[in-house]
């Protein structure tokens, strides 16, 4: 294959993961574990007011 064809392969998704790997200063920083523990809080606190209602 030509080295100057393009294929469209990786290329096409090259912007979108120079897009996502870029880190904007003014991003909100939220740590993994918190979204975790808020996820099975939120769980719990769901299936406490199954059982009380």
């Given at each position: 294959m030509d080295k100057g064809q393009n294929t469209?392969?990786?290329m096409s998704s090259a912007g979108l993961v120079r897009y996502?790997?870029?880190?904007?200063?003014?991003?909100?920083l939220i740590d993994p574990k918190t979204v975790i523990a808020t996820g099975v809080?939120?769980?719990v606190l769901i299936q406490l007011l199954t059982?009380?209602?």
């Amino acid at each position: 294959m030509d080295k100057g064809q393009n294929t469209g392969g990786l290329m096409s998704s090259a912007g979108l993961v120079r897009y996502f790997d870029s880190e904007d200063s003014n991003a909100i920083l939220i740590d993994p574990k918190t979204v975790i523990a808020t996820g099975v809080m939120i769980g719990v606190l769901i299936q406490l007011l199954t059982l009380v209602s």
